[in-house]
């Protein structure tokens, strides 16, 4: 089945190309960490074992082997080859000279990593701490398959790392349509940058901007009303989609309230500060931002289809489960 779906989709010439003579190599190592979450150490074994002596006849496994050869493949004249003829297939573009328009989908997780390299840092996952190295990647938005990633040092944080990606992929032919990224992305710097080069936008604001503060405060009150009742995933909302200005450009703000994450908030609140003499200030304080949170957009869309195009962004979280837990990538 492996063997088959790097022949349809393409992928198969792709990777007989990138180093001479190993074609058979890379292709077993693909199919043994697809099907296996064992270390490189048995894919001798399970080579000799299985039909894919039989499909890779020339692979190359011998465990002393394999750490050099994957020394090979991170070699940055393998990596510009690898993506250039792959996006040339994921793009139906057979010209890598003539730039494709994709929208996309952005987001970094960590990968946990003990090797010591210039690119692992320590990190600090919700008081877990852990040494890993930092994964970006991109999806296209229409099909979900995946066009980019870079690693990088995991102490190096996402909003300053957008840009960068978004001009690799331009050296690979690929101009980007619309950005859809999470709030980690959603630096003024970002938006600055995405707004100089007329490169259109979904992000969350995040909550601990002043101007989102600001935008709550102002607009709270209009928002539970009956025209801005709108419902996604089976949970009903409101929504208020406001003109709004950064940089002296034009963008619009998505003002949302989450019923059951506002429950869900004052319940929080209620058990947080229940033996606090203070309490009820504290509360009143909180409550107007109980549910809400904040959409930028550069595209005027509706009030309705704004979830649907931002919420989009979790294809690339579903990969990265695929990736961590069945690919087995954090090894």
Do not use: C
């Not at 990777?15 to 292709?27: F, R, S, V, Y």
């Not at 066009?147 to 909003?159: A, E, G």
């Not at 319940?267 to 009820?280: A, C």
């Amino acid at each position: 089945m492996v063997d088959h779906i790097l022949k349809q989709t393409g992928l198969a010439g792709v990777i007989e190309n990138l180093i001479p003579d190993a074609g058979d190599t890379i292709k077993a190592l693909v199919a043994f960490r697809v099907l296996s979450s064992f270390p490189y150490s048995y894919a001798e074994g399970w080579h000799l074992r299985s039909f894919a002596r039989v499909l890779y006849p020339a692979a190359v496994l011998e465990s002393s082997l394999i750490s050099k050869f994957h020394v090979l493949l991170g070699n940055e004249e393998v990596y510009i080859n690898f993506f250039s003829k792959y996006l040339s297939i994921i793009t139906k573009n057979n010209t890598i000279n003539e730039q494709i328009s994709i929208p996309i989908l952005i987001d970094s997780t960590g990968l946990p990593n003990d090797i010591r390299t210039h690119l692992t840092a320590v990190n600090n996952h919700n008081g877990v701490i852990s040494n890993e190295i930092r994964l970006i990647y991109v999806l296209d938005k229409n099909t979900k398959l995946p066009i980019y990633f870079r690693y990088l040092s995991s102490n190096i944080i996402d909003n300053s790392t957008l840009i960068t990606t978004i001009n690799s992929l331009s050296t690979f032919g690929v101009d980007i349509e619309i950005v859809i990224m999470d709030a980690g992305y959603s630096s003024l710097n970002n938006l600055q940058q995405l707004l100089i080069n007329n490169i259109p936008f979904v992000t969350r604001m995040p909550s601990n901007r002043t101007d989102y503060k600001e935008l709550i405060r102002t607009y709270r009150a209009q928002l539970e009303e009956p025209e801005n009742t709108v419902v996604y995933d089976r949970k009903s909302l409101y929504g208020l989609r406001v003109p709004y200005t950064i940089f002296d450009k034009d963008i619009f703000a998505f003002i949302m309230l989450d019923l059951q994450k506002q429950f869900i908030d004052h319940d929080s609140l209620v058990q947080k500060y229940n033996n606090d003499p203070e309490g009820i200030a504290k509360m009143r304080t909180q409550n107007p931002f109980n549910g809400t949170f904040i959409i930028f957009s550069s595209v005027k869309y509706d009030v309705s289809d704004i979830l649907p195009i931002y919420y989009t962004r979790q294809s690339i979280e579903q990969s990265f489960d695929v990736s961590k837990n069945f690919a087995d990538t954090i090894h």
